[in-house]
Nanobody
Framework: QVQLQESGPGLVKPSQTLSLTCTVS??????????WNWIRQPPGKGLEWMGA????????YYSPSLKSRTSISRDTSKNQFTLQLSSVTPEDTAVYYC????????????????WGQGTLVTVSS
């Protein structure tokens, strides 16, 4: 059974870069035609899909509203994929989730079949 676990700092200062890692166990990120996603939920708001990397590592997808600040990468030797969000502001405070889907989700997170537990990142000076 595949499991996902987010890790990274819980507090980031404004204008800095937020970096999170998702460690996958019980399955490989390089097989299975899966999409490996990053999704966030600001306090009191709904889920927001941020981007994804396809299992092949050759295709990346980003939310248009975040594309200029977002970068997703992977380390196949560690079975991990990462999120970097630059120039953060307090509006980027959210619970950040990594997740697996069998289909491209875009704004429809209903295709997500496996979620990490989520990690709260607060942007504050």
């Amino acid at each position: 059974q595949v499991q996902l676990q987010e890790s990274g700092p819980g507090l980031v200062k404004p204008s800095q870069t937020l970096s999170l890692t998702c460690t996958v166990s019980g399955g490989s990120i390089t097989t299975g035609y899966y999409y490996w996603n990053w999704i966030r939920q600001p306090p009191g708001k709904g889920l927001e899909w941020m981007g994804a990397i396809f299992y092949s590592g050759r295709t990346y997808y980003y939310s248009p509203s975040l594309k200029s600040r977002t970068s997703i990468s992977r380390d196949t030797s560690k079975n991990q994929f990462t999120l970097q969000l630059s120039s953060v502001t307090p509006e980027d405070t959210a619970v950040y989730y990594c997740a697996r889907s069998a289909y491209y989700t875009g704004s429809y997170v209903g295709y997500v079949e496996v979620w990490g537990q989520g990690t709260l990142v607060t942007v504050s000076s």
